[in-house]
Each structure stands twice: as structure tokens, then as C-alpha cells.
């Protein structure tokens, strides 16, 4: 049986989420053909068109699992290309909402590296495959629809490239799904959340006595606070250490006021080990006003044939480092898709109403945990869900079981990395002792 589905696949963007795709699409389209307007750089410097490409990144496990079946032996990539390797539960000093939190050894480890050393291992992998071309340089205007079905792109050039299948991976300021919007050829809301988040970030050389360290400091501490810091040993013996704030609190912009901040945090992880380190990037500020969720699902109108992946539907809070994984698990659901219907004949018609639900459900898994977080701080504005205060209580109740039961503490680990959703609390092993904890937690919050 012809496994290709098509003669060519078009993506729209080169990032994480792109390469991702192509990867999904290669064995089912004589060509994947990779559009992005950046000039792709050869060696691991940072892309003006991947804005938060200079600060912490880190891919989660579910993602690096399904980008290792997207690709085999990316994993093995990453560690050659000099990846910290990072036991979770154990190498990283984490202090949250509820304190610092035990150390405890879930059974799995995740890679550590810079966002460019990342989308370098990944465009490598990729371009490494025989029907997969990378234009660089070259702006897409927008897209090109025909009785409600996408064939192809326009080049801000005026030149068209016709396609079976597009993927926009553009992110969410790219233009094809505004200008859809604009056209008229495309009709879907928005939930937007005011998170009002902010941090500068620098790239540090390890000194002398930290050389070889591994570990890494997660600083998110409860209301009132508002300040954060996250910290991953990467490539070379450095340090990628980005200092947050919520609202309006000034950033750090300089050694000296990084490190006064570093000072300020409740635990001295980060500080101890940046103040004699050396900057060896410039110390940069990225702003992230809003969280963006678009409602493909739901959309009145939108064109057959086009997919949307990663930031493009949905763009998170970076602070919980979900964007990377939720573009590889969307690409893994389109793989799914693209082997089920070359397996049966189905063709690419309809592929977006198979795509939109399970695609969505990843994002809203992340989505769930980002902004159940963001609406405990007074800096994010705007309603809080009918339901928020329960949700609260819950997590309240869910914390103080991760600080004494290591069940609990593992699955809020496999959480973390979007291995287990939420409803493991509800349907899993330890639903029984979650649901009699919260029955006792009201019976003595009822008590007084």
C-alpha cells in the first residue's frame, strides 16, 4: 500500500514546533518543504524571529519522548551535543507556593541545553531526512484558500508554493492566521489572560568551584511574592539563569542588580552560585503581557488542510517551560493522524476535525496547570473561574500530600513533564487517598 498522503507538505516556521511537524510529515508527502523568514543560522546563535530564544528553556519529558519517536536517537543527539543530564525530583532545588520540596526520584531524567543548541540538534535531525528541504529567508504573506480548502502559501515576494497540506507553525504574532481573519476565510475566538509577567535572562560561565555542578534551582514563591527565578545548568559548563517579576516590579539589568536580586530570594540556591560567575551574554528582558489560547475547535469558519501547531494555538506563561512540549506532543498527534489514514486510505479531507480536539487537549492539560497558577497572583488580572476557589483548595490539599507521601510527590512530578494529567487525582491509583484527604481537609476546615 502508497503510504504518501500527498505530493507536498508545506511549514511554516523553522522552530521547535516546525521541525517538529516536518519530522510527523516526512513519511507521508513525497516533499516537506520548510518555510521560515529568518536567515537560519549554522551555528547556535539566537533568531530574532524566536523571541524568547535567548531565556531558560527546557524540554519536558513527554516531549522529548515524543520527539524521539518523531526522530530516533535525538536523545542521544542532545546528549552529544552537550546537554546537561537532569534527574528530575533530585538535581533541581525547587521552591514553590508551598516551600522548598523534598527531593524524590520519579524514575526518569530530562536534558538541559539552550534554546538554540536545542533547535540546532532538532533542524539537524530533520534536514537529515531525504525529502525535507529548510528556505530560509524567505517571508510568508499568507495563505492560499480555494472553496474552503488551503492549497498552498503566498511568499511576501508575490511567489506562490502549492501545497496538499500546510502547517502553520508561525507562532502566535505570525501572519497567516490574521490575515485569514482579515480575509474573511477564517472565523474563531480568543481567551486571553493578563498575566503580566516579566525577566531578564544571562547566560552565565560556571567559576571554578562550580564547574561539573548539575543542578538545578526553581524559585516560584506564593503570593504576595512576585518575584521568580529559574536556573538550568546547560552546554559548555554554563548556566542559563532567568529573574522574574509579575506586574510592574523593575528588572534586574545589570550583574549587580541581578545578583541584589538572586539575594533577595527566599532560598540562596541561585545566589550562591551567580555571584562570582561570569555574564557572558548581555542581560536580556523578555515581557509577556498575555496568555493566548485561539479556539480552532470551536472556529465558524476556517480552511481545510491547514494545521496549526504549538504557539500558534496557544501561547503559555514561559515560566512553566510547556511551549516546546506541547508543539512535539501536537506534531505526535498529527503523526497518529497521518499513519491512521495512510493505513485506511482516508485521505487529507476532514483532517483538521480530527486534529483540533486532541490537539487542543494538550494545550488545555498545559493551559490548566499555567493559568491555575497565574490567577493565585494579584498581578494577573481580569475573573477568576466560578470554580476558582476550589481549585485552590484542592491544590492546597494535593501540595500538602506532596510534602509528606512520595506517591504523591512522583505524580506531581510526571504532572510537571505532562506525562499524567490531572485527572490521574481523579481516576488513578491514588484517587481514593486523594478524594478521602480532601474530605478530611473540609471536614476540618468546617470544624474551624
Known amino acids: 500500500m502508497n503510504s504518501k498522503l500527498g505530493a507536498q507538505a508545506v511549514v511554516v516556521g523553522a522552530g521547535m514546533g516546525g521541525l517538529a511537524a516536518a519530522a510527523a510529515l516526512a513519511p507521508y508527502f513525497e ?3 520548510i518555510i521560515d523568514k529568518d536567515a537560519i543560522p549554522t551555528g547556535d546563535e539566537v533568531r530574532l524571529g524566536v523571541g524568547q530564544g535567548a531565556h531558560t528553556h527546557q524540554l519536558l519529558k513527554a516531549g522529548e519522548e515524543t520527539l524521539e519517536r518523531l526522530l530516533p536517537g535525538l536523545r542521544d543527539g542532545l546528549y552529544a551535543a552537550g546537554a546537561a543530564e537532569i534527574r528530575v525530583g533530585r538535581d533541581v532545588i525547587f521552591f514553590d507556593p508551598g516551600g522548598p520540596l523534598p527531593e524524590c526520584d520519579p524514575g526518569f531524567s530530562v536534558t538541559a541545553l539552550s534554546r538554540p543548541r536545542y533547535e540546532r540538534v532538532l533542524r ?5 531526512l531525504p525529502n525535507v528541504t529548510l528556505r530560509d529567508d524567505t517571508p510568508v504573506a499568507g495563505c492560499l484558500v480555494e472553496d474552503g480548502v488551503c492549497i498552498g502559501v503566498e511568499l511576501a515576494d508575490g511567489d506562490k508554493v502549492l501545497a496538499d497540506l500546510v502547517v502553520d507553525a508561525s507562532g502566535m504574532n505570525g501572519p497567516l492566521c490574521a490575515k485569514l481573519a482579515q480575509d474573511g476565510l477564517a ?3 480568543s481567551e486571553m489572560v493578563k498575566i503580566n509577567v516579566a525577566y531578564t535572562t544571562v547566560r552565565f560561565q560556571k567559576p571554578e568551584g562550580w564547574r561539573g555542578d ?3 534551582v526553581f524559585v516560584l514563591p506564593p503570593p504576595p511574592g512576585n518575584q521568580f527565578a529559574l536556573l538550568l545548568p546547560i552546554e559548555d559548563d554554563q548556566w542559563t ?3 522574574g517579576v509579575r506586574g510592574d ?3 534586574p539589568r545589570n550583574h549587580e542588580e541581578f545578583n541584589a536580586f538572586a539575594k533577595s530570594l527566599p532560598v540562596s540556591g541561585v545566589y550562591d552560585r551567580v555571584r562570582d560567575a561570569t555574564p557572558l551574554t548581555p542581560f536580556k528582558a523578555f515581557r509577556k503581557t498575555h496568555a493566548v489560547r485561539r479556539q480552532f475547535g470551536a472556529a465558524r469558519r476556517w480552511p481545510d488542510r491547514l494545521i496549526p501547531v504549538g504557539d500558534t494555538m496557544t501561547s503559555f506563561n514561559p515560566t512553566f517551560g510547556q511551549g516546546m512540549t506541547v508543539a512535539a506532543l501536537q506534531a505526535g498527534t498529527l503523526a497518529r493522524l497521518m499513519a491512521e489514514r495512510a493505513a485506511t486510505g482516508g485521505g487529507l ?8 480536539p486532541q490537539a487542543e487537549a494538550v494545550a488545555a492539560a498545559a493551559w490548566g496547570l499555567a493559568i491555575g497558577s497565574d490567577y493565585s497572583y494579584a498581578e494577573t488580572e481580569g475573573p477568576r473561574p466560578a470554580d476558582f476557589a476550589q481549585q485552590q483548595f484542592s491544590g492546597r490539599v494535593f501540595r500538602q500530600l506532596c510534602a509528606s507521601e512520595p506517591d504523591f510527590l ?3 512530578m510526571r504532572m510537571g513533564h505532562m506525562l499524567e494529567s490531572g485527572m490521574a487525582l481523579r481516576e488513578g491509583p491514588l484517587a481514593a487517598r486523594f478524594g478521602a484527604a480532601i474530605q478530611a481537609a473540609q471536614q476540618a476546615q468546617a470544624a474551624g
Open 249 to 251: 516590579t523593575p528588572l
Open 214 to 216: 548539575g543542578k538545578g
Open 124 to 128: 539537524d535531525k530533520v534536514l537529515a
Open 349 to 356: 479531507d476532514g483532517l483538521g476535525k480530527a486534529y483540533f
Open 31 to 33: 516533499r516537506v518543504s
Open 187 to 189: 472565523d474563531f475566538d
Open 241 to 243: 539563569v532567568s529573574l
Open 410 to 412: 512522583v505524580l506531581r
